[in-house]
């Protein structure tokens, strides 16, 4: 596997080698320190994960992610200093798998990593018999099909619809939802997810038109309606 870290600390960059290692150490670790090369080392290569600081040298983060996330589907993970409410959201918003604030905690990262990773791995021979109404999944997580129209989502986004999915009209609670793409010991918040239902409302939102396909039950969670 690949990952291409984009960050122009250097001792930052030493301490994610040193850290992804720990959990697997044939990773191979690609280092960019400007967003400009990065791009060209993003196009060119094969990547399982992306690790993107938002505050480089030469070209905004946010610039970097809205070129690095149109012809790709690798997961991305923001690494800032950058808290601010407005940020994460619009940085989700475009597409991001994880968004992660310095100073981090080197075991939560390692966990986050851990498990974009793993539900990184299955994409590549997937398959599910799961259907609910005229909903199904192609070859991959992210390919979601609606009779026969498609649309391309993230692999977290994909991970959602699917346990929808999987649930048969009945809600999937906040919690379920957390445990199943960010394992039971990490944080979240409902408006983490909000975020990543309101992608998948958007682009799934050409099947048709007047119809609402998930619905939220305030303060518990989400359900997905067949048609």
Not at 1 to 19: R, S, Y
Not at 115 to 123: D, E, F, G, Q, V
Not at 126 to 142: A, Q, V
Not at 152 to 175: A, C, R
């Amino acid at each position: 596997m690949k990952i291409l870290i984009i960050e122009d600390d250097a001792k930052i960059v030493d301490t994610l080698d040193l850290l992804i290692r720990t959990f697997d150490k044939d990773i191979i670790l690609i280092n960019s320190s400007s967003g400009k090369e990065g791009l060209k080392i993003a196009a060119r290569e094969q990547l399982n994960l992306i690790i993107l600081d938002l505050g480089l040298p030469d070209m905004s983060g946010m610039d970097v992610l809205r070129t690095i996330r149109k012809p790709m589907v690798a997961p991305i993970v923001v690494l800032t200093i950058q808290d601010s409410e407005q940020t994460i959201l619009q940085a989700f918003e475009l597409g991001v798998e994880d968004y992660i604030i310095k100073p981090f905690r080197a075991l939560e990262l390692v966990a986050r990593i851990r498990a974009i990773l793993s539900r990184t791995r299955p994409t590549q021979q997937f398959h599910s018999s799961t259907t609910f109404g005229k909903w199904k999944f192609g070859s991959s997580i992210c390919d979601l099909r609606f009779g026969n129209d498609k649309f391309l989502l993230t692999i977290t986004e994909g991970q959602m619809f699917h346990k929808m999915m999987d649930s048969q009209g009945e809600i999937v609670s906040y919690n379920e939802f957390a445990r199943a793409l960010w394992g039971s010991k990490l944080s979240y918040t409902p408006n983490t997810l909000k975020v990543y239902i309101n992608r998948i409302r958007k682009k799934i939102k050409p099947a048709d038109t007047n119809r609402q396909f998930i619905i939220n039950v305030p303060g518990i969670g989400y359900y997905l309606i067949p048609h």
